[in-house]
C-alpha cells in the first residue's frame, strides 16, 4: 500500500486562478495588491487536496486503499476528526467508497457531482477543495427563441439577456455557459462583476434570489469552433451537456442554461434505490 501522501504545500494556501476569471495580474478585484497574502484554507481542506491529487496521480489507483485515519492524522500532524472531514470531501466527490476495514476504497480518479442537491459551480469546487473562477465572454440583450421561452415561461420574443461564461477550476477551463436570464432577473446579473465566482451565491446576497429548483436533461455534444477555442479542445471532440433551467421557490423560471464539461473534467452521479429514483430516461 502506498504510504500516505505528504501534506501539499500548494493546497495549503488559496491557488490563484492563471485566467482572467478570478483576478487581474498581482491584484483583487479591488485593485489591490495581493502579493505575500492570501489565508490558507481549513487544515481538512489542505488534506483532502493532499489525498486528491495522490489519487488523480495514480498513487492510489482504482480499488486500492486509502490508509487509515489513524496512519492520515499522523501523516499530515491532524486530529483523526481533521482526517474524517477531508475524507468526506472526497466521499462527496465519488473519489472513495465504503470501508474495507478502517480504510476507504478508491472508486475514480475524477470528482463526481451529484443532482440529489442542487448547487452552484462554485459551491461544488469549495466543497472538493477546488477554486472555480468565472469570465464573462460576452453578454447581450435580445429576444427569447421558442425553446427558450417555454423554458423561462414568457412569449417568444419576449426581452432576455443572453451571456456566454467560461468557467474554471484551479485556472484550467472545464466549461462553458451559454445562460439565458428572465428580464426580470437581467439588471441585477449585469451588475455583476465579469469574474464573479459565484453567480448563484452574488444573487442570493444582493437580491435575496433563491435557486430553489433545478431540472437537467444531460446528453453529449461535439464541440464546436467556440466549445474547441475556449475549453481547449479539438473541434468535434465529445463534450458533455447539461441543459438545466433553474426557478425560485415559488416555480419563478431564472435563467435556463446549456453548459458544456471538457472531456474528463467532472463526473456526475445519481444515486437511486427502489424506494427514490430522481432519474428518468427519455427519447432524444
Same mark, same amino acid.
Given at each position: 500500500?502506498?504510504?500516505?501522501?505528504? *501534506?501539499?504545500?500548494?493546497?495549503?494556501?488559496?491557488?490563484?486562478?492563471?485566467? #482572467?476569471?478570478?483576478? /487581474?495580474?498581482? /491584484?483583487?478585484?479591488? $485593485? +489591490?495588491?495581493?502579493?505575500?497574502?492570501?489565508?490558507?484554507?481549513? #487544515?481538512? @481542506?489542505?488534506?483532502?487536496?493532499?489525498?486528491?491529487?495522490?489519487?488523480?496521480?495514480?498513487?492510489?489507483?482504482?480499488?486500492? !486503499?486509502? *490508509?487509515?485515519?489513524? =496512519?492520515?492524522?499522523?501523516?499530515?500532524?491532524?486530529?483523526?476528526? !481533521?482526517?474524517?472531514?477531508?475524507?468526506?470531501?472526497?466521499?462527496?466527490?465519488?473519489?472513495?467508497?465504503? #470501508?474495507?476495514?478502517?480504510?476507504?476504497?478508491?472508486?475514480?480518479?475524477?470528482?463526481?457531482?451529484?443532482?440529489?442537491?442542487?448547487?452552484?459551480?462554485?459551491?461544488?469546487?469549495?466543497?472538493?477543495?477546488?477554486?472555480?473562477?468565472?469570465?464573462?465572454?460576452?453578454?447581450?440583450?435580445?429576444?427569447?427563441?421558442?425553446?427558450?421561452?417555454?423554458?423561462?415561461?414568457?412569449?417568444?420574443?419576449?426581452?432576455?439577456?443572453?451571456?456566454?461564461?467560461?468557467? !474554471?477550476?484551479?485556472?484550467?477551463?472545464? %466549461?462553458? @455557459?451559454?445562460?439565458?436570464?428572465? @428580464?426580470?432577473?437581467?439588471?441585477?446579473?449585469?451588475?455583476?462583476?465579469?469574474?464573479?465566482?459565484?453567480?448563484?451565491?452574488?444573487?442570493?446576497?444582493?437580491?435575496? %434570489?433563491?435557486?430553489?429548483? $433545478?431540472?437537467?436533461?444531460?446528453?453529449?455534444?461535439?464541440?464546436?469552433?467556440?466549445?474547441?477555442?475556449? %475549453? +481547449?479542445?479539438?473541434?468535434?471532440?465529445?463534450?458533455? #451537456?447539461?441543459?438545466?433551467?433553474?426557478?425560485?421557490?415559488?416555480?419563478?423560471?431564472? =435563467?435556463?442554461?446549456?453548459?458544456?464539461?471538457?472531456? $474528463?473534467?467532472?463526473?456526475?452521479?445519481?444515486?437511486?434505490?427502489?424506494?427514490?429514483?430522481?432519474? !428518468?430516461?427519455?427519447?432524444?
Amino acid at each position: 500500500m502506498p504510504a500516505p501522501p505528504p *501534506p501539499d504545500d500548494d493546497a495549503r494556501r488559496h491557488p490563484r486562478s492563471r485566467s #482572467r476569471a478570478r483576478t /487581474g495580474a498581482g /491584484g483583487d478585484r479591488s $485593485g +489591490r495588491s495581493t502579493a505575500g497574502r492570501g489565508p490558507e484554507p481549513p #487544515r481538512h @481542506e489542505a488534506i483532502a487536496a493532499a489525498l486528491r491529487r495522490a489519487i488523480t496521480e495514480g498513487r492510489y489507483p482504482v480499488g486500492a !486503499t486509502l *490508509p487509515s485515519e489513524a =496512519e492520515l492524522a499522523a501523516a499530515h500532524g491532524a486530529s483523526r476528526g !481533521t482526517v474524517r472531514q477531508a475524507v468526506a470531501a472526497l466521499l462527496a466527490e465519488g473519489l472513495v467508497g465504503s #470501508r474495507q476495514g478502517a480504510r476507504r476504497v478508491v472508486l475514480s480518479t475524477t470528482p463526481s457531482q451529484s443532482f440529489t442537491e442542487l448547487r452552484s459551480f462554485a459551491q461544488w469546487a469549495r466543497a472538493g477543495g477546488r477554486t472555480a473562477g468565472g469570465l464573462v465572454l460576452s453578454s447581450s440583450r435580445g429576444t427569447a427563441r421558442a425553446e427558450e421561452a417555454g423554458l423561462l415561461q414568457v412569449p417568444p420574443g419576449a426581452p432576455v439577456l443572453h451571456v456566454l461564461r467560461l468557467r !474554471t477550476l484551479d485556472g484550467d477551463p472545464v %466549461l462553458l @455557459e451559454r445562460t439565458v436570464y428572465a @428580464e426580470w432577473i437581467a439588471p441585477a446579473v449585469e451588475a455583476l462583476p465579469d469574474d464573479c465566482e459565484s453567480v448563484t451565491e452574488r444573487l442570493r446576497r444582493d437580491e435575496g %434570489l433563491v435557486f430553489a429548483h $433545478g431540472e437537467h436533461h444531460i446528453d453529449a455534444v461535439a464541440a464546436g469552433t467556440a466549445d474547441a477555442d475556449h %475549453l +481547449r479542445v479539438r473541434r468535434g471532440s465529445p463534450l458533455l #451537456r447539461v441543459r438545466r433551467t433553474t426557478t425560485t421557490a415559488e416555480g419563478r423560471p431564472v =435563467e435556463t442554461s446549456d453548459d458544456r464539461y471538457r472531456p $474528463g473534467s467532472v463526473v456526475f452521479t445519481v444515486r437511486n434505490s427502489t424506494q427514490t429514483n430522481p432519474l !428518468t430516461r427519455t427519447h432524444a
